[in-house]
Structure formats: structure tokens, C-alpha cells
């Protein structure tokens, strides 16, 4: 009750916003963690450097991509694929760092998925004007296993829809240090993210960083 009243009167929205069975939106799970997650990132960046990936279709990729973990996620003109290798350098991907490995199994378990085990994380750069279409998650192996998405730095308008790419989309921005989680009934679900709007933010300027666990293998 004291909870409900103090959010309703600090914030516009709840903490915890529920997408669609099986998805829900952790406004902020992040944020306290956010500077800790990104001193991870320039080792990752530098081992494994982002790349404009090219799709099966021939179109290069807006969102500069690199990976951390066991299991990295590829496209080329073959194909979309998780591989242990790092295609540029022929070497193992940098590993996942602690810390992120541990704010996703949380993020997962306040989300009702226990036991979240990612062996890929996919880091994104979304820069002014990058986006991503519409597209389902599904070259990973296992779908009993969540997706989890922190965003970090400039906000971004996500769009959610559901497992039928002709149903509506849901629009919702999510800010720095805002986790989703879609799993179970909503694993196959439709999403994206609308082109990013220029800003400067005050960790990490002119773009965003996206981290997406995933249980591949
Ligand atoms: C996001 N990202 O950036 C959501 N999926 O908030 C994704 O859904 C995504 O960035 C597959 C590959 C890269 C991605
Ligand atoms: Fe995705």
C-alpha cells in the first residue's frame, strides 16, 4: 500500500510494467548498476570490436553488433547463426563479464524465470537515426529460456508485439538502466526499436548500448 502510494506520487509509471503474458518491462532495474556494467564493456569492445553485420537479404545492419560469451550471434550473406568463434579475428569470443551474467539472472528471476543461465550476450550500438526492424528472436535452441534486454544510455522507443508479425505493436521507451524480459508464452514475440532520436547522455553521449542474454546453445 505504502509502496503503491510512494510510486504513484515519484514517478508516472510503475516500477514493473507487464507487456503481455510472459513480458514485462523492469523500469530502472539497471540504473544503480549501470556504471559497473559499462566499465565492462571497452575490454569486450576491444577484444571482439562492433561490426556492421550484412543480412541474408544483402542489407547492412544500422546497429553495430559484437558478442560476449560462449556463443556469439552471426549474420552473413548465409545466414543467421550463434557461433563460438568471432568470425573477424577467428578467436573465441571475450568472455561474459561477471557482472553481467549476474544482473541478467536476476533481472530474469524478478521476472518469474528462475535458474537464467546465458551463454550469449549480444551487445548492440545503436547510434542517431539506428534502428531495427521487426523480427522474432529464434535462432537460439532452447526458447524455454528468456531473452533479457538492458538498455544503457540514450533512451529508445522499443516496439512489442506478439508471436504473429501482423498483430499491433505496443510502443514503450525505455531509458537507461531499463531491463525487459519476454519468455514463455511471449518468447516468440515481435519486437524492435523505432529509429534513435540524436541526445547526449551523460555516461555514454550520442548512443545507445543494448545487452541481450540469451540461452543459445
Ligand atoms: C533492443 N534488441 O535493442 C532490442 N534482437 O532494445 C533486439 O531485439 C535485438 O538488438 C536481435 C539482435 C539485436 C538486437
Ligand atoms: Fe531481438
Known amino acids: 500500500m505504502t509502496a503503491d502510494l510512494f510510486e504513484d506520487f515519484t514517478t508516472s509509471e510503475p516500477a514493473q510494467q507487464a507487456l503481455a503474458p510472459g513480458a514485462v518491462l523492469l523500469r530502472g ?19 571482439a570490436p562492433l561490426r556492421h553485420l ?23 550473406r548465409s545466414g543467421y547463426r550463434y557461433q563460438a568463434l568471432d568470425p573477424l579475428s577467428g578467436r573465441p569470443w571475450p ?13 530474469a528471476a524478478q521476472a518469474g524465470f ?8 549480444l551487445v548492440n550500438q545503436y547510434l542517431p537515426g539506428s534502428k531495427l526492424s521487426l523480427h522474432q528472436d529464434k535462432d537460439e535452441n532452447d526458447f524455454s529460456a528468456p531473452i533479457v534486454s538492458v538498455s544503457l544510455g540514450l533512451p529508445a522507443v522499443f516496439l512489442f508485439g506478439t508471436p504473429q508479425r501482423n498483430d499491433r505493436t505496443q510502443r514503450y521507451r525505455l531509458q537507461h538502466g531499463d531491463v ?8 516468440l514475440a515481435f519486437h524492435g526499436v523505432a529509429p534513435l532520436a540524436d541526445g547526449d547522455h551523460a555516461l555514454l553521449g550520442r548512443r545507445r548500448i543494448n545487452l541481450t542474454f540469451r540461452r543459445a546453445g
Open 114 to 121: 528462475d535458474n537464467f543461465a546465458p551463454d550469449a550476450c
Open 29 to 47: 532495474f539497471a540504473r544503480e548498476a549501470g556504471a559497473e556494467l559499462m566499465a565492462r564493456l571497452d575490454p569486450v569492445l576491444t577484444a
Open 54 to 76: 550484412v543480412t541474408p537479404g544483402g542489407h547492412t545492419l544500422s546497429v553495430a553488433m559484437s558478442n560476449c560469451g560462449p556463443l556469439g550471434w552471426v549474420s552473413s
Open 180 to 187: 525487459v524480459v519476454w519468455g514463455g508464452p511471449a518468447r
Open 95 to 107: 568472455s561474459m563479464p561477471e557482472s553481467w551474467r549476474a544482473l541478467a539472472g536476476c533481472a
